[in-house]
């Protein structure tokens, strides 16, 4: 942060401290000198979104669903990032005013509810999308869908399997293998 007062309170800056307008906050930069003058770059952040479908359920939680976490009622646990690859940067409800930012684990879904996404801000001002139909592929095709939670479930269950097993290992009792 240190430069950071100097930086913002250069000539261009008015008496009470707010930028004002010049071509050059508006040029096109590139990497290079970005590196070499230290200049911030302004840009404006886009979204994607994409609507939760109905096979996940009237509610489900976007991580996990640990106990802890979702006292009230066990919902699906839909795993967004770990399952699916989705980091959601938000949810806009369905019939809601404002999105919620910055989602949890913990967070609860529906039906018709979107997820944000970000975009890829590009060097040219220009964005590209971060995720694609494609990429969405295994939330929004129910088959697909189902058959990454069974693996998922299946996975989680041969691990603490493996686990339990690992702690209950004494290699001095005699018939014990692995």
């Known amino acids: ?15 009470g401290g707010r ?10 930069l ?5 590196i070499l003058t230290g200049k911030l770059v ?19 939680v976007i991580g996990d669903n640990k106990k802890d976490s979702c006292p009230a009622t066990p919902k699906r646990a839909l795993h967004l990032r770990r399952q699916f690859h989705v980091n959601l940067v938000g949810i806009q409800r369905s019939g809601g005013q404002e ?35 494609q990429d969405l592929s295994g939330l929004m095709e129910e088959e697909k ?13 041969t691990t603490h399997e493996i686990l339990a097993r690992a702690v ?3 290699p001095a009792l005699p018939g014990q293998s692995y």
């Open 19 to 28: 930028r004002q307008p010049s071509p050059s906050n508006f040029r096109v």
């Open 145 to 157: 869908f189902r058959n990454s939670l069974q693996m998922a479930d299946s996975l989680r269950t």
């Open 99 to 133: 999105p919620q930012w910055f989602p949890r684990a913990n967070a609860v879904v529906g039906p018709d509810d979107l997820g944000l996404v970000v975009r890829l801000p590009c060097m040219d001002g220009s964005t590209m999308p971060t995720l694609t139909d």
């Open 168 to 170: 209950s290992f004494d």
């Open 42 to 60: 302004e840009f404006t952040v886009e979204f994607d979104c994409f609507s939760f479908p109905s096979h996940i359920g009237s509610e489900a």
């Open 1 to 15: 942060v240190a430069g950071l007062e100097k930086v913002l309170a250069s000539p261009e800056s008015s008496p």
């Open 30 to 34: 590139n990497k290079q000198e970005v």
